[in-house]
């Protein structure tokens, strides 16, 4: 199976990096908190995946491409690539979560195979491709 769909947005710039550790009055215990940032993030890619997200959740290994196309400043062109924060792990790890809280899969580690790219584009957005692969596949 194949999922493969253009998110037309700004894509957000928060990411998971930006989430503060505190420890928890009652229990004593770590506890990780989203800044407001993070919150919105992660919020409006879960509203825009949920619109493609699969009857069933992709099984075994998976393969994920996604290019980040982001609004053009400056004096960027469309199609160059963006060498500027934030970085594709960091982007990647919060859609990733979200993806997984859309039950696009069972669990973000069935991701084996992953190409990601982030560029300036006059169609800001999230290309997003995801497939179920075999082992000869990879």
């Given at each position: 199976m194949i999922i493969d769909f253009f998110i037309a947005m700004n894509p957000p710039t928060a990411t998971h990096q930006e989430q503060r550790h505190v420890i928890s009055h009652t229990t004593g215990r770590v506890v990780t908190i989203d800044s407001p940032e993070v919150k919105a993030a992660r919020a409006k890619l879960t509203a825009y995946l949920a619109e493609h997200a699969p009857r069933a959740p992709l099984d075994g290994?998976?393969?994920?491409?996604?290019?980040?196309?982001?609004?053009?400043?400056?004096?960027?062109?469309?199609?160059?690539?963006?060498?500027?924060?934030?970085?594709?792990?960091?982007?990647?790890?919060?859609?990733?979560?979200?993806?997984?809280?859309?039950k696009y899969w069972y669990d973000d580690a069935q991701v084996c195979v992953e190409?990601?790219?982030?560029?300036?584009?006059?169609?800001?957005?999230?290309?997003?491709?995801?497939?179920e692969i075999n082992h000869a596949d990879a």
């Open positions: 290994p998976i393969r994920l491409q996604v290019m980040w196309c982001f609004p053009i400043t400056g004096k960027h062109k469309n199609g160059e690539y963006k060498t500027s924060r934030p970085d594709t792990d960091n982007l990647q790890k919060l859609l990733k979560d979200c993806m997984t809280k859309c190409t990601v790219g982030k560029l300036y584009s006059d169609k800001p957005g999230i290309m997003i491709q995801a497939e």
